[in-house]
């Protein structure tokens, strides 16, 4: 992780959490997720679960790893994950625990997720996309829907 990450004062980038597997030769997916909260309550209980469940990543099936990030000041936040395919990311929104944890927000926060296949896995190529995501103003997203897909939101 060579470069700074192209994000403005007031975003906090968590370390980066490898996932089970070495860093990919080939293609990856990534996905970004941009959560916006109501309340200064919501978003923390949110930045606590997103940590929580960043601590089964190590051992998620073709995750090769994240940043958890936020924007305190603007309730919002959410995370850049890099998959070994879009299938293993499918996998994950499956994933009983991530299922439920989605469905209790559901109403509750707005979401807005960016997605692409990438032909390597560039770290400062994965940031500035991101960065579209994260810099801009929260698009809106579909308003109350904590599980719409990322061909759903993608912009």
């Keep these: 992780m060579t470069a700074a990450p192209p994000f403005s004062d007031g975003t906090v980038l968590m370390p980066w959490k490898p996932g089970p597997g070495p860093d990919p030769a080939g293609t990856v997916f990534v996905s970004v997720t941009d959560f916006l909260a109501t309340s ?53 929104v499956r994933w009983p625990v991530h299922a439920r944890i989605m469905r209790a927000w559901r109403g509750r926060v707005r979401v807005v997720t960016d997605s692409w296949q990438a032909d390597r896995f560039d770290i400062e190529s994965v940031w500035v996309r991101a960065a579209r995501t994260i810099e801009g103003p929260h698009r809106g997203g579909r308003s109350g829907d904590a599980s719409a897909s990322p061909e759903e939101d993608r912009r």
Excluded at 74 to 91: A, K, N, Y
């Design 40 to 92: 200064d309550k919501d978003v923390q209980q949110i930045y606590r679960e997103g940590l929580e469940l960043g601590e089964t990543w190590p051992v998620l099936q073709g995750a090769v790893g994240m940043w958890l990030w936020g924007r305190p000041a603007q309730l919002r936040g959410g995370s850049i994950s890099v998959w070994d395919s879009e299938r293993d990311m499918r996998r994950f």
